[in-house]
């Protein structure tokens, strides 16, 4: 397996004029829109070696509730896994140079999670792909890395991932 590049845009939050911009909190639909993105990367059978998010709390609060729907478990003295690693890098200005260096971490053939915000991330995708999308909040794309350019693998509304986690086998057993 090639290593690939997760990205996952915070859920819908509060309007910008509710609070600075550092502190505004997810809605009740992003709260929902972060929960069924990390189910249905579940259902998909996905797990990730590192999960790295912003730390504006939009974000850090879609990385927590998408890695709990995940079956994360906090990885107690070590810096891989699945809980959220926060990194300033992704508060606004995130590149693929920031993308790829924090990915090396991970080694090869992982999987890597980042949680955080347009345009940053639309911008990421572009520059390995060559290619132009429209990420949604609380919307996923994956990037498949061949050295520096990559191919997209996905991409994801969130109303496809909510379909993703209600079509899965453990959401019809509960």
């Given at each position: 397996?090639?290593?690939?590049?997760?990205?996952?845009?915070?859920?819908?939050?509060?309007?910008?004029?509710?609070?600075?911009?550092?502190?505004?909190?997810?809605?009740p639909?992003?709260?929902?829109?972060?929960?069924?993105?990390?189910?249905?990367?579940?259902?998909?059978?996905?797990?990730?070696?590192?999960?790295?998010?912003?730390?504006?709390?939009?974000?850090?609060?879609?990385?927590?509730?998408?890695?709990e729907?995940?079956?994360?478990?906090?990885?107690?003295?070590?810096?891989?896994?699945?809980?959220?690693?926060?990194?300033?890098?992704?508060?606004?200005?995130?590149?693929?140079?920031?993308?790829?260096?924090?990915?090396?971490?991970?080694?090869?053939?992982?999987?890597?999670?980042?949680?955080?915000?347009?345009?940053?991330?639309?911008?990421?995708?572009?520059?390995?792909?060559?290619?132009?999308?429209?990420?949604?909040?609380?919307?996923?794309?994956?990037?498949?890395?061949?050295?520096?350019?990559?191919?997209?693998?996905?991409?994801?509304?969130?109303?496809?991932?909510?379909?993703?986690r209600?079509?899965?086998?453990?959401?019809?057993?509960?």
């Amino acid at each position: 397996m090639a290593q690939q590049l997760w990205f996952l845009r915070h859920g819908e939050a509060e309007p910008h004029d509710a609070r600075p911009d550092p502190d505004r909190r997810l809605t009740p639909r992003g709260e929902e829109q972060s929960r069924a993105a990390g189910r249905a990367l579940a259902a998909l059978g996905l797990s990730f070696q590192l999960v790295v998010t912003s730390p504006l709390v939009r974000a850090l609060d879609t990385a927590r509730l998408a890695c709990e729907a995940l079956g994360c478990e906090p990885v107690v003295g070590e810096a891989l896994g699945c809980e959220p690693v926060v990194d300033e890098a992704l508060a606004g200005g995130f590149d693929v140079d920031d993308a790829l260096r924090l990915a090396a971490t991970a080694g090869e053939d992982t999987r890597v999670l980042f949680v955080g915000h347009n345009p940053d991330f639309v911008q990421i995708v572009g520059d390995l792909t060559s290619g132009t999308i429209d990420l949604k909040k609380g919307g996923v794309a994956a990037v498949r890395l061949h050295g520096r350019r990559g191919e997209l693998i996905v991409l994801l509304r969130p109303r496809e991932l909510k379909r993703i986690r209600r079509a899965s086998p453990s959401h019809a057993q509960r």
